[in-house]
């Protein structure tokens, strides 16, 4: 997830097939559009209900940042393949 936001915590209920799917949450520090505040409160919320997620911030706004791109998809390669160290 870049730049997002937990909406309808009250009901949140993730299933248990969905836990088993790593999630990366990145967000810019400046962002002015998407608070940068909500990404801890989502990520303690995910954690909280057994989700396994990654965070990680940014020095920028509401924009994408090279090394995030990077890492996300670094992050989506270990994700669908596996990493190194599983072979």
Known sequence: MLSGWLTLVDDLNVPKEAKKTPLL??????DDKV?????AFGIEKLKAEGVVVTGL???MGHESHPQEIETL???VDEAIFGS???L
């Open 25 to 30: 949450w990145a967000h810019g520090t400046y």
């Open 35 to 39: 608070l940068f505040e909500q990404q």
């Open 57 to 59: 911030d940014y020095p």
């Open 73 to 75: 998809a670094s992050f």
């Open 84 to 86: 190194e160290k599983d």
